[in-house]
């Protein structure tokens, strides 16, 4: 696939692992299952119009289907290295900070259920 072919958040997470591919790094099992998720949910979406809200609402989505932060936080941190990678190797103009915004938070509420809210 040619980078100025990329379009969609499926087109950039499969650059992602087919660079791992070409480097003798293939992605193991939960890695591959979780960006699948990710391009199953997200994957229809223009990279560019990628935003906070669009990443709250598959958070929301992903609790009510009994996911945890933890899992969330292990997806989130999937993507963000999937869109850390395409600028980086590719130079394909993709923000990062929608995705940072939703990890912080996700690992937040993390940190206030094993603490207890409001008890430190």
Known sequence: MRV???????????IRVADMREVNR????????????LKAKLGH??????????????VRN???EGAGPFTLSSEFSH???????APAVHGIDVSKEPVELVLNAILDAEADRLCGA???
């Open 4 to 14: 100025a072919n990329i379009s969609i958040v499926s087109d950039v997470i499969h």
């Open 26 to 37: 293939p992605l193991r099992r939960s890695k591959v299952y979780s960006l699948n998720l």
């Open 45 to 58: 979406i223009p990279f560019e119009k990628l935003r906070r809200e669009n990443l709250i609402e598959y």
């Open 62 to 64: 992903c609790f009510h």
């Open 79 to 85: 993507i963000n290295t999937v869109i850390t990678h």
């Open 118 to 120: 409001g008890r430190y």
